[in-house]
């Protein structure tokens, strides 16, 4: 079924015929008659109850009429955003969920107020999934820390973050990996690029975690690290969200493992106007 058979359907019920609609789309009868016969085929329902000249809506026809009301309506309110050059239609986000929690609140809530007409779908998942996911056309765009280079894809710097080791109370200061051998990692699973910034700098002192523990959000990797299971990394902005957190310690890295610039990217042959309206707002923030 295509709009422009739901275009007919229409005119032939508004102007009570076939002659008519005729009249009004400018088309010759036999046109409009071929179109509604071959719209009731493909359907294999009967739209009109013909009585003598007339044509009376059969209950199926009722039916169609109300979804090719909206359809059209749709379609109509579609072309409209699509020329007009406005923020519209849905916009598929990742982000990691530290960036999710610090960092977007204001930026997506200044967002949603300046376009409600962006109906905006989040999704949070290590760097490496999302990047896959903005390959793969699952996401328009994603903010990931670390992304590979790829010829294929956009890349816009938009945050700045602050990598520290999160550790129980009782642990003395940590000057390199070597003061935490032996210690569980506690991450989020492979694919994590912090967690990869923290397996490279225990690969530095020629050492190799030798456990993970792989947990999925911030707030039990950081009640893990305080009951002493084992040491973190996680971006101060996470660290400063809420109360002074008790029973943990928390020390500094060397700038080239601790100091990460997260990244929007989006594939270069992408270009929509709620992702431009997105780039601006993450500018200004």
């Not at 071929?34 to 059969?58: H, M």
């Not at 962006?118 to 996401?139: D, F, G, I, K, N």
């Not at 305080?226 to 809420?242: E, F």
């Amino acid at each position: 079924m295509d709009l422009g058979d739901l275009r007919i359907f229409r005119s032939v019920v508004q102007e009570g015929g076939i002659t008519r609609a005729a009249e009004k789309l400018n088309r010759v009868q036999s046109n409009v008659t071929t179109r509604v016969k071959q719209l009731e085929a493909s359907l294999g329902v009967g739209l009109f109850i013909r009585d003598g000249k007339r044509l009376i809506l059969s209950p199926a026809g009722k039916v169609l009429l109300d979804y090719a009301e909206r359809m059209l309506r749709l379609a109509a309110e579609a072309t409209l955003a699509v020329k007009s050059g406005e923020p519209a239609g849905t916009l598929r986000l990742g982000t990691l969920e530290s960036t999710a929690a610090s960092r977007l609140p204001p930026v997506l809530g200044k967002y949603h107020r300046r376009y409600p007409s962006v109906r905006l779908e989040l999704a949070t998942a290590p760097s490496a999934q999302l990047v896959q996911a903005v390959h793969a056309y699952e996401l328009d765009a994603a903010i990931v820390a670390d992304p590979t280079p790829s010829d294929a894809l956009n890349r816009l710097p938009v945050f700045e973050e602050q990598l520290v080791v999160v550790a129980g109370a009782a642990q003395k200061t940590i000057r390199s990996a070597r003061d935490v051998a032996g210690k569980t990692i506690i991450a989020f699973k492979a694919g994590c690029a912090y967690r990869k910034r923290l397996e490279n700098w225990f690969a530095d002192s020629n050492l190799t975690p030798e456990r993970v523990l792989e947990l999925g959000s911030y707030h039990a990797i950081l009640a893990c690290a305080a009951a002493g299971t084992g040491v973190a990394i996680v971006p101060r902005s996470v660290l400063n969200l809420g109360p002074k957190l008790k029973g943990v310690s928390i020390h500094p890295l060397p700038a080239r493992v601790g100091n990460v610039k997260t990244m929007l990217v989006w594939r270069k042959n992408y270009d929509s106007a709620a992702l431009r309206a997105l780039i601006e707002a993450l500018k200004e923030a």
